[in-house]
């Protein structure tokens, strides 16, 4: 009996030693928090190169925020802005040619030109106030895509190196500099063999692969009107945006609410039937264009904006938090959606 | 126990017959996951425990470990999850730890081995995911765990109690 | 095989009613030590950094009471009661941190860009949300 039992302890430790080889790669997590674009970033990445890429991530994130960031002074976009004219680097080309290719997708739901009024309202600053309707008609001709234009210093170029502005317009690349930020970090991540990370840029979300223990990421949509999340999805390798005017707001004297998201055929803040928006995609920049574009258009754009997109090659999935307490999750992420217990809202699947 | 013990053909077949015997009751109890009634992480009948206990009093502590380590074994390759494979490993090795040392005490029954071995389980089991997992919060999971390995175990105590009573005038060893 | 085995006891003795007791008074233990202790806020750790270093971390629930955070020139008072944790007061300008409100989840956190100053709920649990977006 005793050899037989030794026999046996012995072939089941070599299985056992076969089955826990792959589980103990080296494998090495890294971690960095940094803030930049006007935001709060925080990356987790493991692999064996995982510090390396994310060393990379924060460089690229800092030298895109010197070129894109519209408040400082001689950024690619400052420029731009003061002197309706400026030489661009290959980045920022790449961005704004898909900044105006979302424009001219969402109808302008999505515009980087809405800057003047950006400025008019002083929404990214520290005292924000209501402006007069005729200052906000004076600005409304100064938006559209129209106005910006991408050329090339020199007819033989492959890539555009310039951009010009018509008077008095101006750019802001803040809704969707973060999204282009994101595909950035996936091709530093992707560059370094890192094979999973999970990236949250703001109200920008990149997940990689999967969690340590092999199961998908959990990203938790955030409640917008109570402390808590709204419902849960389990994703990997995509991006996930989150647009809403519950984040920033700020209220005027007399007590009215006003949030962060102009209207740019309006002028002002968005008076939408949504709370929050949410888009799942494989490029970042559009995930992040769309999530404001498809919260300025309001739920019923929106859906039949989706539904359009299903025909063209590049399909995307969205989740609506809407002002009347119900979530609409479209239904290409019905099998990663899952409900939270104790959110108040009703839940829909939007179907083709 | 100096080597020179004698193996029956008898008995190398009895432990390869109970093995595949555990390994079936392990296979045919994820077909009715218990964790279906209750949704806790760890929760199960413990089918295969019967044998397992059974060879404890029919073969000895040897023959019993190796049954159990086959079936756990051969059972995770059926199911393939590495950390579930783990955390059952050492839920076992606890149990059996424990079942063989309350066997040895005598002054327990069937019962008693059987409700130690159930509750020794989920210990380590729990003990385990707190390591891997490096969090206290599993042990949150703890009271419920050993409620129903009360229950568990005397279902298999009184089974196992059965069946040694059948299989009483059999010379198995 | 020694055959000193002791004779196989059938049916239940007074010893193993110990044993089931021992069962229950653990499983009682456990019971008390963790629910007490993680009482609300569950296994909730804050962690508090300032301009990307830690500048604190402890359990939720052994952070009532307010504490105070500079950074980049601004000051923040942090509140925690009940399981939630807030910003009672900054004196930064969008005041985005103030408006935040409580948290008490997992996985959430209360940003404030100006004073550069992160206040996360994190635990190791793995049901819990890895990241949250919006």
Same mark, same amino acid.
């Given at each position: 009996?005793?050899?037989?039992?030794?026999?046996?302890?012995?072939?089941?430790?070599?299985?056992?030693?076969?089955?826990?080889?792959?589980?103990?790669?080296?494998?090495?997590?890294?971690?960095?928090?940094?803030?930049?674009?006007?935001?709060?970033?925080?990356?987790?990445?493991?692999?064996?190169?995982?510090?390396?890429?994310?060393?990379?991530?924060?460089?690229?994130?800092?030298?895109?925020?010197?070129?894109?960031?519209?408040?400082?002074?001689?950024?690619?976009?400052?420029?731009?802005?003061?002197?309706?004219? #400026? &030489?661009?680097?290959? *980045?920022?080309? =790449?961005?704004? +040619?898909?900044?105006? @290719?979302? %424009?001219?997708?969402? !109808?302008?739901?999505?515009?980087?030109?809405?800057?003047?009024?950006?400025?008019?309202?002083?929404?990214?600053?520290?005292?924000?106030?209501?402006?007069?309707?005729?200052?906000?008609?004076?600005?409304?001709?100064?938006?559209?895509?129209?106005?910006?234009?991408?050329?090339?210093?020199?007819?033989?170029?492959?890539?555009?190196?310039?951009?010009?502005?018509?008077?008095?317009?101006?750019?802001?690349?803040?809704?969707?500099?973060?999204?282009?930020? #994101? &595909?950035?970090?996936? *091709?530093?991540? =992707?560059?370094? +063999?890192?094979?999973? @990370?999970? %990236?949250?840029?703001? !109200?920008?979300?990149?997940?990689?692969?999967?969690?340590?223990?092999?199961?998908?990421?959990?990203?938790?949509?955030?409640?917008?009107?109570?402390?808590?999340?709204?419902?849960?999805?389990?994703?990997?390798?995509?991006?996930?945006?989150?647009?809403?005017?519950?984040?920033?707001?700020?209220?005027?004297?007399?007590?009215?609410?006003?949030?962060?998201?102009?209207?740019?055929?309006?002028?002002?803040?968005?008076?939408?039937?949504?709370?929050?928006?949410?888009?799942?995609?494989? *490029?970042?920049?559009?995930?992040?264009?769309?999530?404001? @574009?498809?919260?300025?258009?309001?739920?019923?754009?929106?859906?039949?904006?989706?539904?359009?997109?299903?025909?063209?090659?590049?399909?995307?999935?969205?989740?609506?938090?809407?002002?009347?307490?119900?979530?609409?999750?479209?239904?290409?992420?019905?099998?990663?959606?899952?409900?939270?217990?104790?959110?108040?809202?009703?839940?829909?699947?939007?179907?083709? | 126990?100096?080597?020179?013990?004698?193996?029956?053909?008898?008995?190398?077949?009895?432990?390869?017959?109970?093995?595949?015997?555990?390994?079936?009751?392990?296979?045919?109890?994820?077909?009715?996951?218990?964790?279906?009634?209750?949704?806790?992480?760890?929760?199960?009948?413990?089918?295969?425990?019967?044998?397992?206990?059974?060879?404890?009093?029919?073969?000895?502590?040897?023959?019993?470990?190796?049954?159990?380590?086959?079936?756990?074994?051969?059972?995770?390759?059926?199911?393939?999850?590495?950390?579930?494979?783990?955390?059952?490993?050492?839920?076992?090795?606890?149990?059996?730890?424990?079942?063989?040392?309350?066997?040895?005490?005598?002054?327990?029954?069937?019962?008693?081995?059987?409700?130690?071995?159930?509750?020794?389980?989920?210990?380590?089991?729990?003990?385990?995911?707190?390591?891997?997992?490096?969090?206290?919060?599993?042990?949150?999971?703890?009271?419920?765990?050993?409620?129903?390995?009360?229950?568990?175990?005397?279902?298999?105590?009184?089974?196992?109690?059965?069946?040694?009573?059948?299989?009483?005038?059999?010379?198995?060893? | 095989?020694?055959?000193?085995?002791?004779?196989?006891?059938?049916?239940?003795?007074?010893?193993?009613?110990?044993?089931?007791?021992?069962?229950?008074?653990?499983?009682?233990?456990?019971?008390?030590?963790?629910?007490?202790?993680?009482?609300?806020?569950?296994?909730?750790?804050?962690?508090?950094?300032?301009?990307?270093?830690?500048?604190?971390?402890?359990?939720?629930?052994?952070?009532?009471?307010?504490?105070?955070?500079?950074?980049?020139?601004?000051?923040?008072?942090?509140?925690?009661?009940?399981?939630?944790?807030?910003?009672?007061?900054?004196?930064?300008?969008?005041?985005?941190?103030?408006?935040?409100?409580?948290?008490?989840?997992?996985?959430?956190?209360?940003?404030?860009?100006?004073?550069?100053?992160?206040?996360?709920?994190?635990?190791?649990?793995?049901?819990?949300?890895?990241?949250?977006?919006?």
């Amino acid at each position: 009996m005793k050899t037989t039992c030794k026999r046996l302890a012995a072939a089941c430790v070599a299985v056992l030693a076969a089955l826990s080889l792959p589980a103990c790669g080296e494998r090495k997590t890294a971690e960095l928090e940094l803030f930049a674009m006007d935001t709060y970033m925080s990356f987790t990445a493991y692999g064996n190169r995982a510090e390396e890429a994310l060393a990379e991530a924060g460089r690229t994130i800092n030298e895109l925020e010197q070129r894109l960031s519209r408040t400082r002074e001689g950024s690619e976009i400052w420029t731009l802005n003061a002197q309706g004219c #400026a &030489d661009i680097s290959p *980045d920022t080309a =790449e961005l704004i +040619g898909q900044a105006l @290719a979302y %424009a001219a997708q969402t !109808g302008g739901a999505f515009d980087i030109t809405v800057a003047p009024l950006v400025e008019l309202w002083g929404i990214t600053t520290d005292t924000p106030r209501v402006p007069a309707k005729a200052e906000i008609d004076a600005l409304l001709p100064l938006v559209g895509s129209k106005h910006l234009t991408l050329t090339r210093s020199d007819p033989a170029l492959t890539v555009f190196d310039t951009a010009v502005l018509d008077p008095g317009c101006a750019v802001d690349l803040g809704g969707i500099a973060k999204g282009y930020a #994101a &595909d950035r970090v996936a *091709d530093i991540l =992707e560059k370094y +063999g890192v094979s999973d @990370a999970v %990236a949250s840029l703001g !109200g920008n979300v990149y997940v990689r692969g999967t969690r340590p223990d092999g199961t998908p990421w959990r990203v938790a949509i955030q409640d917008p009107l109570q402390n808590g999340c709204a419902a849960m999805l389990t994703l990997s390798d995509t991006f996930v945006v989150t647009s809403g005017g519950y984040q920033r707001f700020f209220a005027d004297p007399d007590g009215t609410i006003y949030q962060h998201i102009l209207d740019p055929a309006t002028g002002y803040p968005v008076q939408s039937d949504l709370l929050s928006v949410t888009v799942v995609c494989p *490029d970042g920049a559009r995930a992040d264009a769309y999530s404001t @574009a498809l919260y300025v258009m309001g739920e019923a754009k929106a859906a039949s904006f989706w539904q359009s997109c299903q025909a063209e090659v590049e399909p995307f999935e969205m989740v609506l938090i809407t002002a009347d307490h119900r979530i609409v999750c479209t239904s290409g992420l019905a099998d990663n959606f899952t409900e939270q217990e104790d959110a108040s809202y009703a839940y829909e699947i939007l179907a083709h | 126990m100096n080597g020179a013990m004698k193996i029956s053909a008898k008995n190398i077949a009895l432990c390869g017959v109970l093995s595949a015997l555990a390994l079936g009751l392990s296979v045919l109890e994820s077909f009715f996951p218990l964790s279906l009634l209750i949704p806790l992480p760890g929760v199960k009948l413990g089918l295969a425990n019967i044998v397992t206990l059974f060879a404890l009093y029919t073969l000895g502590a040897r023959p019993a470990l190796a049954i159990w380590l086959t079936r756990c074994v051969l059972g995770s390759l059926f199911a393939g999850n590495a950390s579930a494979f783990l955390f059952s490993l050492l839920g076992g090795l606890a149990s059996m730890g424990v079942m063989i040392a309350l066997r040895r005490w005598d002054r327990f029954s069937v019962f008693g081995v059987s409700l130690g071995g159930a509750a020794a389980h989920n210990i380590g089991q729990i003990a385990a995911a707190a390591v891997v997992l490096n969090s206290t919060a599993v042990i949150g999971y703890l009271p419920v765990l050993l409620f129903i390995s009360l229950v568990t175990g005397a279902l298999t105590g009184l089974l196992v109690s059965l069946l040694l009573r059948a299989a009483a005038h059999l010379s198995l060893r | 095989m020694p055959t000193r085995s002791s004779p196989i006891k059938y049916r239940p003795t007074v010893w193993d009613a110990l044993i089931a007791a021992a069962i229950i008074a653990l499983g009682l233990l456990a019971a008390v030590l963790f629910y007490t202790k993680n009482a609300r806020g569950g296994s909730a750790i804050v962690t508090v950094s300032v301009a990307g270093e830690v500048a604190e971390r402890a359990a939720l629930s052994q952070f009532d009471g307010d504490h105070v955070y500079t950074g980049n020139g601004y000051t923040l008072t942090v509140s925690a009661h009940d399981g939630e944790i807030f910003v009672s007061h900054s004196d930064c300008g969008g005041q985005d941190c103030v408006h935040t409100g409580a948290i008490s989840r997992i996985g959430q956190s209360i940003v404030c860009l100006p004073a550069q100053i992160v206040i996360r709920l994190e635990s190791a649990s793995p049901g819990d949300a890895d990241v949250i977006v919006g």
